[in-house]
């Protein structure tokens, strides 16, 4: 488990040792979660990895195969951890995410509600914004999906900032013990309506509520519910779009020089008599942004809403 520096922040600036959970990196579109531990070996298209060597170096650390090819070591960060976890349902991706803290105003010390904690994505960046003295509070009425969300905490280092607890939210509400504590609560439910009058119960004067629909319908029929008792009601769609920055060669050659609008001048050489009775054929190269393929389309639709005050 990863230790709470002296700064109060959840740290990576460490070596690893047994038992540490790595992101093994190839490049950004490979990576892979793994447990080190002393004796095994990691296997892939770069040989043989051994994790005994592993251990002792620092998270960031460039380690090789018995080929000589290499991969990083990096530390579960959420961003990471998001990208490689196991889906046991669908989970929310880093737009929403970071959209959903910085809405949801969770800073150092807030005390959060989540439901349902899915595969814990969100749970874990959440953990991060309140550390390292507040607290999320999260549930689910799946008790598996709950029990390994919390064996996740344990293995990404947050677990004690996070409380699972398997509950029906749609059904009995948050329990009453966080009534008036709550600085937000967050909704990933297929009903959420059903929970926003607890939801509404558990929040602090002032404090916020997000709900994530995939539906048009749903976010309609929570803003309906909404209505009563919270103001400030805002739906938003995060769309993210992604470029791959790669250098590309051009043909400029003679009399298509500078074809590509703003491409820099070919660099040319002086040829000799006999080369010069061919027609000349040069490259230049120009790094290019393109939209990735594997840009993510819709996910769904963010609903923020705060608590109208007692008048
Ligand atoms: C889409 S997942 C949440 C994903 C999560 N936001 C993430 O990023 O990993 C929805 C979860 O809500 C849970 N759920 C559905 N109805 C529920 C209810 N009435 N009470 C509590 N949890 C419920 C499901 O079991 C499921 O795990």
């Known amino acids: ?38 004796g095994s070996i990691l296997q892939n298209r770069f040989g043989v990895f051994k994790h005994s060597d592993w251990i002792g170096k620092p998270f960031g650390s460039k380690v090789f195969s018995n080929k000589g090819k290499f991969v990083y070591l990096l530390a579960p960060t959420p961003e990471l951890w998001t990208l490689v976890l196991s889906h046991r349902t669908q989970i929310l991706y880093l737009a929403d995410i970071s959209f959903v803290i910085m809405y949801l105003e969770v800073v150092p010390g807030c005390l959060v509600l989540e439901s349902g904690t899915g595969s814990g994505s969100l749970t874990t960046s959440l953990a991060r914004a309140v550390a390292p003295t507040g607290h999320v509070y999260t549930f689910d009425f799946h008790e598996q999906r709950a029990a390994s969300a919390r064996e996740d905490s344990e293995r990404t280092g947050v677990s004690s900032l996070v409380t699972f607890g398997v509950r029906d939210i749609q059904g009995e509400g948050f329990p009453d013990e966080f009534s008036g504590l709550a600085d937000s609560v967050f909704l990933d439910l297929p009903q959420p309506w059903l929970a926003i009058p607890s939801a509404g119960k558990m929040l602090k004067q002032d404090g916020i ?45 003679e009399g298509d020089e500078g074809g590509i609008l703003g491409s820099p001048p070919c660099k040319r050489r002086h040829r000799s008599s006999e080369e010069s009775s061919r027609p000349e054929i040069s490259f230049s190269t120009r790094i290019m942004a393109k939209p990735s393929g594997e840009a993510r389309g819709h996910t769904g639709y963010l609903t923020f809403a705060r608590l109208k005050c007692a008048s």
């Open 1 to 38: 488990m990863l230790p709470v520096d002296p700064a109060n922040k959840l740290s990576f600036h460490r070596c690893i040792t047994g038992g540490d959970l790595v992101i093994v990196y190839e490049r950004h579109d490979n990576m892979k979660a793994v447990k080190v531990c002393e």
């Open 209 to 253: 509520l997000c709900s994530f629909s995939p539906c048009i319908e749903q976010v309609q029929r929570s803003s309906e519910t909404l209505r009563s008792s919270f103001t400030d009601i805002r739906t938003f769609e995060v769309l993210l779009r992604t470029y791959e920055v790669q250098e590309v060669k051009i043909d400029c050659s």
